[in-house]
Protein backbone atom coordinates (compact mmCIF):
# COMPACT_ATOMS: atom_id res chain seq x y z
CA UNK A 1 0.00 0.00 0.00
CA UNK A 2 1.36 3.50 -0.82
CA UNK A 3 -0.37 5.27 1.78
CA UNK A 4 -0.24 9.47 1.37
CA UNK A 5 -0.66 11.91 4.21
CA UNK A 6 -1.14 15.84 3.16
CA UNK A 7 0.83 18.30 4.88
CA UNK A 8 -1.98 18.61 7.61
CA UNK A 9 -2.13 14.88 8.27
CA UNK A 10 1.62 14.89 8.48
CA UNK A 11 2.09 17.10 11.16
CA UNK A 12 -0.66 16.38 13.33
CA UNK A 13 1.43 12.73 13.43
CA UNK A 14 4.44 14.08 14.54
CA UNK A 15 3.24 16.01 16.95
CA UNK A 16 2.10 12.21 18.38
CA UNK A 17 5.84 10.89 17.13
CA UNK A 18 6.46 7.54 18.15
CA UNK A 19 8.17 4.70 16.63
CA UNK A 20 5.27 2.28 17.06
CA UNK A 21 2.14 3.14 14.77
CA UNK A 22 -0.24 1.86 17.70
CA UNK A 23 1.55 4.59 20.16
CA UNK A 24 0.70 7.07 17.44
CA UNK A 25 -2.88 6.04 17.52
CA UNK A 26 -3.32 6.08 20.67
CA UNK A 27 -1.98 9.27 21.55
CA UNK A 28 -4.33 10.31 18.80
CA UNK A 29 -7.24 8.70 20.23
CA UNK A 30 -6.57 10.26 23.86
CA UNK A 31 -6.17 13.98 22.30
CA UNK A 32 -9.66 13.33 20.77
CA UNK A 33 -11.26 13.61 24.16
CA UNK A 34 -9.99 16.97 24.51
CA UNK A 35 -11.00 18.67 21.29
CA UNK A 36 -13.83 20.95 20.88
CA UNK A 37 -13.30 21.76 17.07
CA UNK A 38 -15.06 19.69 14.30
CA UNK A 39 -12.99 20.21 11.51
CA UNK A 40 -9.83 18.90 14.09
CA UNK A 41 -11.58 15.80 14.92
CA UNK A 42 -12.72 14.99 11.19
CA UNK A 43 -8.30 15.63 10.56
CA UNK A 44 -7.75 13.03 13.78
CA UNK A 45 -10.40 10.20 12.43
CA UNK A 46 -9.08 10.67 9.15
CA UNK A 47 -5.52 10.38 10.32
CA UNK A 48 -6.37 7.18 12.73
CA UNK A 49 -8.09 5.57 9.45
CA UNK A 50 -4.83 5.78 7.29
CA UNK A 51 -2.52 4.45 9.99
CA UNK A 52 -4.93 1.27 10.93
CA UNK A 53 -4.56 0.67 7.07
CA UNK A 54 -1.09 0.76 6.79
CA UNK A 55 1.43 -1.87 7.68
CA UNK A 56 3.91 -1.30 11.16
CA UNK A 57 6.29 -1.68 8.32
CA UNK A 58 5.30 1.10 6.07
CA UNK A 59 4.59 3.31 9.06
CA UNK A 60 8.32 2.93 9.87
CA UNK A 61 9.42 4.00 6.18
CA UNK A 62 7.81 7.29 6.84
CA UNK A 63 9.79 10.43 8.68
CA UNK A 64 7.19 12.82 9.95
CA UNK A 65 8.41 16.21 10.42
CA UNK A 66 6.13 19.42 11.31
CA UNK A 67 5.79 21.86 8.17
CA UNK A 68 4.53 24.74 7.37
Do not use: P, W
Amino acid sequence: MDTRFTVEESNLISIFADESRSKVIEGIESALKHLDDQDMEELCHKVIKKLREMTDEEFLGYVFIMEE
